[in-house]
């Protein structure tokens, strides 16, 4: 199985509310591969963010993928309205869902790509008996809820873990890492296993702006994978 190919993908939650559509064209000129938006429901997570009608305004504007990271409790009766807004991928907590098995399995109905997402305090053993069922598995570097935190690097070990899940299960599963990502943290991160990296702060506080971002996080990820 061929090394999976690394992914810049930056979170918008530290983007200006007030010109999303303006910023969601700046990030695909900056050249990512992806645009995570972090939807929170003031519930599983003490804050309130994106609602499906915010994405749906912006999908047309720019033509790479959408992705939902639904830090949402009981998710199963929003998921229709994020892929309507025009989401390809779907992230659930595995924490925040009764019956993940089922929510897994509706996403992948709904035509989206399914993927589950760990807390820091949450083992890799809890996705093992989904592994069937996800396209990527997102292993938290932060608690959820905000963006501008420190890396938690005592994660290393989970993601190297839920590397090795992946590569015994034989399936092509992407690893996702999300918080704290940056240049003086997506080596280590990469080094454990991770190919996808969320990155908000680091993309949008670069001096050298996004694009310089995207490159140097791509190139240090790329270089640490060896
Ligand atoms: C936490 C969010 C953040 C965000 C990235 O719930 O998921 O991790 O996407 O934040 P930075 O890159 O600023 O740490």
């Not at 990030?27 to 499906?52: S, Y």
């Not at 009764?98 to 996705?127: C, E, F, K, M, Q």
């Given at each position: 199985?061929?090394?999976?190919?690394?992914?810049?993908?930056?979170?918008?939650?530290?983007?200006?509310?007030?010109?999303?559509?303006?910023?969601?064209?700046?990030?695909?000129?900056?050249?990512?591969?992806?645009?995570?938006?972090?939807?929170?429901?003031?519930?599983?997570?003490?804050?309130?963010?994106?609602?499906?009608?915010?994405?749906?305004?912006?999908?047309?504007?720019?033509?790479?993928?959408?992705?939902?990271?639904?830090?949402?409790?009981?998710?199963?009766?929003?998921?229709?309205?994020?892929?309507?807004?025009?989401?390809?991928?779907?992230?659930?907590?595995a924490?925040?869902?009764?019956?993940?098995?089922?929510?897994?399995?509706?996403?992948?109905?709904?035509?989206?790509?399914?993927?589950?997402?760990l807390?820091?305090?949450t083992p890799a053993v809890a996705v093992q008996h989904v592994?069937?069922?996800?396209?990527?598995?997102?292993?938290?570097?932060?608690?959820?809820?905000?963006?501008?935190?420190?890396?938690?690097?005592?994660?290393?070990?989970k993601?190297?873990e839920v590397?090795?899940m992946?590569?015994?299960?034989?399936?092509?599963?992407?690893?996702?890492?999300?918080?704290?990502?940056?240049?003086?943290?997506?080596?280590?991160?990469?080094?454990?296993?991770?190919?996808?990296?969320?990155?908000?702060?680091?993309?949008?506080?670069?001096?050298?702006?996004?694009?310089?971002?995207?490159?140097?996080?791509?190139?240090?990820?790329?270089?640490?994978?060896?």
């Amino acid at each position: 199985m061929s090394a999976p190919q690394i992914q810049i993908v930056p979170s918008v939650l530290p983007a200006d509310f007030s010109r999303l559509g303006d910023e969601c064209q700046a990030l695909e000129k900056a050249g990512v591969d992806r645009i995570q938006w972090d939807v929170m429901d003031g519930v599983f997570v003490p804050n309130l963010t994106f609602g499906p009608d915010v994405i749906a305004a912006c999908r047309p504007l720019v033509d790479v993928p959408f992705e939902a990271h639904l830090m949402v409790v009981e998710p199963d009766e929003l998921l229709p309205r994020y892929v309507e807004a025009g989401c390809e991928l779907l992230i659930v907590h595995a924490e925040a869902c009764r019956h993940l098995h089922r929510t897994l399995g509706l996403i992948r109905d709904l035509g989206a790509s399914p993927a589950v997402a760990l807390n820091p305090a949450t083992p890799a053993v809890a996705v093992q008996h989904v592994l069937d069922l996800v396209d990527e598995i997102l292993v938290m570097t932060v608690n959820p809820g905000f963006g501008g935190q420190d890396y938690i690097a005592t994660m290393e070990p989970k993601v190297r873990e839920v590397r090795q899940m992946i590569e015994l299960s034989g399936r092509d599963i992407d690893l996702e890492v999300d918080g704290g990502i940056g240049p003086s943290t997506v080596a280590g991160a990469a080094a454990a296993g991770a190919n996808v990296f969320i990155a908000g702060s680091a993309l949008f506080r670069d001096p050298e702006g996004q694009a310089h971002a995207v490159s140097e996080i791509r190139a240090l990820a790329e270089a640490a994978r060896g």
